[in-house]
T-cell receptor
Framework: AQTVTQSQPEMSVQEAETVTLSCTYDTSENNYYLFWYKQPPSRQMILVIRQEAYKQQNATENRFSVNFQKAAKSFSLKISDSQLGDTAMYFCAFPPNTGNQFYFGTGTSLTVIP | NAGVMQNPRHLVRRRGQEARLRCSPMKGHSHVYWYRQLPEEGLKFMVYLQKENIIDESGMPKERFSAEFPKEGPSILRIQQVVRGDSAAYFC?????????????FGPGTRLTVL
């Protein structure tokens, strides 16, 4: 079974500080892709970052980076220099090779405190 | 390049009525996915369509729900005889080729409230 687990329902961080959101997944596949999406109060789902499992290098997009540990099946999102606009729900997503959908975790609600 | 568009953004229906949700994919995208998000939960897959074809409807409830993506026009998610349990946010996503490497781009969602 393909599952995605986010074990932190809520987190908070001071503005300008760094925060890490965790995600683990379960799969028997070797090559796959992982995604982080952000859902601000507007409820729009916005792509934050994407990681390809066969790449050793962790993906980075400006202040967002991942810590991808394939053996541990862990895919954490690090947000540096947190900004008030980062306040949102963050979902980890995994599209298995079988099927066509993304499996989403239950989300982490992040609040950036001024 | 316009993103994925969904309308209406908010829809209120009474029990027993029909709900029609529309989704226009990004330009150049011919693959559409529908997801449902219940309060305090993540998104759950419902159905995957290409133009004029339903490819995977494994997440769709067997009764009252249907989806289409005609040759011309938006994709439609139709819910007949709505019940209170259908109240949720419904998201549409699109991708260019449907492969597992594709990023799915999401619309703003339609929030359905059933009274």
């Amino acid at each position: 079974a393909q599952t995605v687990t986010q074990s932190q329902p809520e987190m908070s961080v001071q503005e300008a500080e760094t925060v890490t959101l965790s995600c683990t997944y379960d799969t028997s596949e070797n090559n796959y892709y992982l995604f982080w999406y952000k859902q601000p109060p507007s409820r729009q789902m916005i792509l934050v970052i994407r990681q390809e499992a066969y790449k050793q290098q962790n993906a980075t997009e400006n202040r967002f980076s991942v810590n991808f540990q394939k053996a541990a099946k862990s895919f954490s999102l690090k947000i540096s220099d947190s900004q008030l606009g980062d306040t949102a729900m963050y979902f980890c997503a995994f599209p298995p090779n079988t099927g066509n959908q993304f499996y989403f975790g239950t989300g982490t609600s992040l609040t950036v405190i001024p | 390049n316009a993103g994925v568009m969904q309308n209406p953004r908010h829809l209120v229906r009474r029990r027993g009525q029909e709900a029609r949700l529309r989704c226009s994919p990004m330009k150049g995208h011919s693959h559409v996915y529908w997801y449902r998000q219940l309060p305090e939960e993540g998104l759950k897959f419902m159905v995957y369509l290409q133009k004029e074809n339903i490819i995977d409807e494994s997440g769709m409830p067997k009764e009252r729900f249907s989806a289409e993506f005609p040759k011309e026009g938006p994709s439609i998610l139709r819910i007949q005889q709505v019940v209170r349990g259908d109240s949720a946010a419904y998201f549409c996503a699109s991708s260019p080729s449907g492969g597992r490497a594709d990023t799915q781009y999401f619309g703003p969602g339609t929030r359905l409230t059933v009274l």
